[in-house]
Structures are given as C-alpha cells and as structure tokens.
C-alpha cells in the first residue's frame, strides 16, 4: 500500500488558518470545545486537532460546525 504524501506547506498553513477562523467565531459565540464537539456529535480532542490544524476536517464536519457555531461556513473556510 502506498504511503500517504504530507500535504505541502501552503496547505498546512490555510488549513490552521481555518482552525483560527473556527476558534475566533466560536470564542465569539461563548462556547467551549466541548459544547461545540457535543452538539456536532465528535469528540472533544478530533474537534481540537480541527480547531487547532493538526487535522483536516471534512466538508461535512465545517458545515455542521458552521452549524453549531451558528455562522455561516465561509466566514469560517474565508483565507
């Protein structure tokens, strides 16, 4: 089976510039991790790899974020 390539810098850098729009909208909103991971259904460490850009998070996941955040999703994808 073949190795997975890392994702190049460039990437890296957008994807925990993403991780920052998430955690500034959802500081704005007054919740904690764990409320927004609770009402998206995943747990608390996944949602802070998302949050922190360690992970990359699946268009499903940004969306139900956006969701429960309650903000729209390309104020958080906007880099």
């Not at 991780?19 to 919740?31: E, N, S, V």
């Amino acid at each position: 089976m073949p190795r997975s390539v890392p994702p190049p810098d460039w990437v890296l850098t957008r994807r925990r510039a993403i991780g920052d729009h998430i955690r500034t909208a959802r500081l704005t909103a007054g919740l904690t991790q764990e409320q927004v991971a609770l009402r998206i259904g995943m747990d608390r460490a996944t949602y802070n790899r998302i949050e922190q850009g360690h992970s990359a998070a699946l268009l499903d996941s940004l969306i139900r974020i956006a969701d429960a955040i309650g903000v729209p999703l390309s104020d958080l994808v906007r880099t």
